[in-house]
């Protein structure tokens, strides 16, 4: 079989494309602005395309989904009604915790979201890649007031937070990614620990700075910090203590942590319009 | 590449991403949707050699990076090397292979491309792009996206191949290259 002559053009080529990859991935690592311009400039343009390709295509990946995820709708929702039904139960026969009711019904006004200006915008696109499940898209960006690190709240509580928003749509990192940090705390204490994301499907942890001496029990709510560094308001509710590990070693408690904010199935998501002042941010990530 | 091609390569990758976006992304097999732009990477390196096929591959990761969160020209790297692989190996290979070798090659090219994307994210950018679907990711994506070879491969014919379509002279002719 005869081998061809490779040119060294085509080397060459290859390794101008390389190069302009590796700097490329260097200078959107350090958050070169006309990069990022370059991408929202990019995807406006391609935008109009999507949303005609939307209305073709969302009837076929409806009827997929039904399809599809029938079965498993039905027994995750047989399965939380169950969960649902203990949880109300354990906290009003052995708790009574009439206060962290309370505070429980506050998280699930989303008309009254502790008095924070609030923005509801539909998801235009789940995750659009096998490699990053922890990303949604919604429709609506900078134009709406939307801006870097504002908390997205569903039914239930805190479901994560905007990252690189466009002037008409905007990416929301959810909080089941392994790599986002809240500062939370237990309604009723003053503790504050970091909660990060477990993985898709999995629950929440808190595995840093809740000291063993804290009075922290299963079912208790777990609500944003509101604390000088987090980009989060205070208050929201971000899960339900699962399990409670303790640490004996670096006398703190773990906690295993369920999310309440609904993560699957939405349709649309609010973000919180609130932004902390400069010097406050830069904490929770 | 004239600027011809370059134009009906642009207008089939913006399809392809758009069908990524908007119908694949959803209409997932165990969770995994398919990876039409390294497809479309892998078909151009067939159809154009290791010089277009780098150049679309790069475009095609390009436009993908645009909407993923993971750095911008990850993918880029990706499958401008992935285009450029496939593009030697085609010119290595008869000219009239049979389509089933095609597509083992391709098939093998899109689990290259995964490999390579993960292995370059955990390297140089990304961590966290390996976790434990990778296994999942590779064999379903691989195979989900080997449904539409046919179709890419067809695709990037028009796109390099335009004349050859007469008189029946469809599938296997590559055009010949330097």
Redesign the interface.
């Known amino acids: 079989?005869a081998?061809?002559?490779?040119?060294s053009?085509?080397r060459f080529?290859?390794a101008i494309?390389?190069l302009?990859?590796?700097?490329?991935?260097s200078?959107?690592?350090r958050g070169y602005e006309p990069?990022a311009n370059l991408?929202k400039a990019?995807?406006a343009i391609?935008q109009p395309?999507?949303n005609i390709?939307?209305t073709v295509?969302?009837p076929?990946?409806d009827a997929?989904?039904s399809l599809?995820e029938g079965d498993s709708l039905e027994k995750e929702n047989a399965l939380l009604r169950e969960q649902l039904s203990e949880l109300l139960e354990y906290r009003v026969t052995t708790e009574g915790a009439v206060e962290e009711l309370a505070a429980l019904r506050t998280q699930l006004d989303l008309e009254n979201l502790g008095g924070q200006k609030t923005i509801v915008a539909e998801i235009t696109?789940?995750?659009?890649?096998?490699?990053?499940?922890y990303?949604i898209e919604i429709g609506k960006g900078t134009q709406s007031g939307i801006r870097e690190g504002m908390a997205v709240v569903s039914v239930g509580g805190l479901i994560g937070r905007i990252?690189?928003p466009g002037l008409r749509s905007s990416?929301v990192?959810l909080i089941t990614d392994?790599?986002v940090n809240v500062g939370v705390l237990a309604v009723g204490t003053n503790e504050i620990g970091i909660l990060n994301g477990g993985?898709?499907g999995q629950p929440l942890k808190v595995s840093d700075g809740i000291p063993v001496s804290t009075d922290v029990e299963i079912g208790s709510i777990m609500v944003t910090s509101g604390s000088e560094r987090s980009p989060y308001p205070g208050g929201f509710a971000v899960g339900t203590i699962l399990e409670i590990i303790v640490d004996e070693i670096n006398l703190e408690k773990e906690l295993v942590v369920a999310p309440t904010g609904q993560l699957e199935n939405l349709e649309f998501v609010t973000v919180i319009l609130y932004q902390p002042t400069a010097s406050d941010s830069g904490g929770d990530r | 590449m004239t600027f011809l091609r370059a134009l009906k390569a642009v207008a089939v990758l913006v399809v392809l991403l758009i069908l990524q976006l908007e119908l694949f992304a959803s209409i997932r097999f165990f969770g995994v949707m398919p990876e039409m732009m390294l497809g479309a990477a892998v078909a151009s390196g067939w159809h154009g050699g290791p010089t277009d096929g780098a150049i679309l591959g790069f475009v095609s990761g390009f436009l993908v990076d645009l909407y993923l969160a993971s750095p911008l020209g990850l993918s880029a790297l990706t499958y401008a090397l992935i285009g450029y692989l496939i593009g030697i190996i085609s010119e290595l290979i008869a000219e009239d292979v049979e389509r089933i070798v095609r597509t083992v090659i391709s098939l093998v090219g899109i689990v290259l491309g995964l490999v390579t994307f993960v292995l370059f994210g955990e390297l140089i950018a990304e961590p966290n792009l390996y976790n434990k679907n990778f296994g999942k990711i590779l064999v379903v994506g691989g195979l989900y996206t080997g449904l539409f070879i046919p179709l890419l491969h067809f695709l990037m014919e028009w796109v390099f191949h335009q004349g050859n379509y007469r008189n029946n002279q469809i599938s296997m002719t590559r055009v010949q290259r330097n």
């Open positions: 079989m081998v061809p002559q490779r040119s053009g085509s080529t290859l494309l390389l302009t990859s590796v700097t490329l991935i200078l959107d690592a990069l991408r990019t995807t391609i395309f999507r390709a939307s295509f969302d076929i990946a997929w989904e599809s696109a789940r995750s659009v890649s096998n490699f990053d499940p990303i990252e690189d990416r990192r392994p790599n993985g898709v």
